[in-house]
């Protein structure tokens, strides 16, 4: 089946970096949108980066931009997000997500795929 796990969550200080990677797993990688999403306990995920199927477009929060870069790499069937200049508010569980373009959907497969998350602190 499609699968998605990260990793590479971890406690860092403000103004520190991460990476934290993705693992696509169970289909074609190529016909899969990536996103990463976040959640605070209490609160809605709220999407932070995405990047398309063709990885030819990437978009991001406002909050995060030009301090997060979203990227995939199509020969480890693998998505990162590099986390720089990272603040307390960015404290979350992070999760990836993979999204199937629909000329590619299937019966019996996800449209959606969501893995468990990795978790994110930041503090001093």
């Known amino acids: 089946q499609v699968e998605v796990v990260e990793s590479g969550g971890g406690s860092v200080q403000p103004g520190g970096g991460l990476r934290l990677s993705c693992r696509f797993s169970g289909d074609v990688f190529s016909n899969y949108a990536m996103s990463w999403y976040r959640q605070s306990p209490g609160k809605e995920r709220d999407l932070v980066a995405g990047?398309?199927?063709?990885?030819?477009?990437?978009n991001y929060d406002d909050s995060v931009k030009d301090r997060f870069t979203i990227t995939r790499d199509y020969a480890r069937n693998m998505v990162h997000l590099q986390m720089n200049n990272l603040k307390p508010e960015d404290t979350a569980m992070y999760f990836c997500?993979?999204?199937?373009?629909?000329?590619?959907?299937?019966?019996?497969?996800?449209?959606?795929?969501w893995g468990r998350g990795t978790r994110v602190t930041v503090s001093s």
């Open positions: 990047i398309t199927s063709n990885g030819g477009r990437t």
């Open positions: 997500v993979a999204k199937v373009v629909t000329a590619f959907a299937r019966p019996g497969y996800p449209g959606e795929v």
